[in-house]
Structure formats: structure tokens, C-alpha cells
């Protein structure tokens, strides 16, 4: 299992990486948890960010899309 893990961390950053969509991430990252931590709430996630496992890794979701499934696209 730690390996599925893994190898979907690595393809994500690697897309990622590759598209210019790193810094995205990490600004969407800091309002989101910013936004939690005023008690602002946010949801789960909804959309293409629920599918991604460095956005759960971020806590920009609250979805685990390996746990339920889910597509990074």
C-alpha cells in the first residue's frame, strides 16, 4: 500500500512540475489552511482537487482519492 503512495506522489509532482502548476498548489495551500485555521469552513474538496494525492498531502482536501478511488486528471 505504501508504495501505491508512492508512485502517485510521484506522477503527480511530476505533472505537476511539469505544467507550472507547482506554485498553484502552494498558494492554494496557504489560503485553505489559513482559512481552517480562522475556522472559516472550507468542505472537503470537491472537483479534479479531490483526486489528488498532493492535494490531500497539502490538507488543501480532506479526501483521500487513493482510499475512495479517485482519478488525478
Known amino acids: ?6 508512485k502517485r506522489l510521484d506522477d503527480e509532482l511530476t505533472m505537476i512540475s511539469r ?3 507547482a506554485g ?3 498558494i ?6 489559513w482559512a481552517k ?3 472559516i469552513p472550507v468542505g472537503p474538496g470537491r472537483g479534479s482537487g479531490a483526486g489528488s494525492l498532493v ?3 497539502l490538507k488543501i482536501t480532506d479526501v ?4 475512495f ?3 488525478f486528471e
Open 37 to 39: 485555521k480562522q475556522d
Open 19 to 21: 505544467t507550472g502548476f
Open 1 to 6: 500500500l505504501k508504495q501505491e503512495y508512492v
Open 24 to 26: 498553484y498548489f502552494l
Open 69 to 71: 478511488k479517485l482519478l
Open 28 to 33: 492554494v495551500a496557504d489560503f485553505i489552511n
Open 64 to 67: 483521500d482519492p487513493i482510499e
Open 55 to 57: 492535494a490531500y498531502s
